[in-house]
């Protein structure tokens, strides 16, 4: 099996930064993509950031130019730098990993959420 740890949420306010993490860790074979989900209070769960296996990483249009994600493929962990947060950034963010365990089933974790709260 393979477990997802967040960490790094908080309260802040417009403007400031923040960082998330997410662990992985377990039965893990090979990480293929990593990314970070959000869902705001009656709202979908959005794509916020992903990151291959090889570096690539793409953005929701809304926080291009103020997020920025990173991997540590040693460690199995991901980042999420938030600067410039705003109001509508508020939301209970949830990393993602897909992958292969050792035994080679593909297995696609999600973390158990983190709550980021911009507020003034």
């Known amino acids: 099996q393979v477990q997802l740890v967040e960490s790094g949420g908080g309260l802040v306010q417009p403007g400031e930064s923040l960082t998330l993490s997410c662990a992985a860790s377990?039965?893990?074979?090979?990480?293929?993509?990593m990314a970070w989900y959000r869902q705001a209070p009656g709202k979908q769960r959005e794509l916020v950031a992903g990151?291959?296996?090889?570096?690539?990483?793409n953005y929701a249009d809304s926080v291009k130019g103020r997020f920025t994600i990173s991997r540590d493929i040693a460690t199995n962990t991901m980042y999420l730098q938030m600067n410039s947060l705003k109001l509508e950034d508020t939301a209970v963010y949830y990393c993602?990993?897909?992958?292969?365990?050792?035994?080679?089933?593909?297995?696609?974790?999600w973390g158990q959420g983190t709550q980021v709260t911009v507020s003034s």
């Open positions: 993602h990993v897909t992958g292969s365990e050792l035994d080679r089933k593909i297995f696609r974790s």
């Open positions: 377990g039965s893990i074979f090979v990480i293929n993509g």
């Open positions: 990151i291959t296996n090889s570096g690539t990483t």
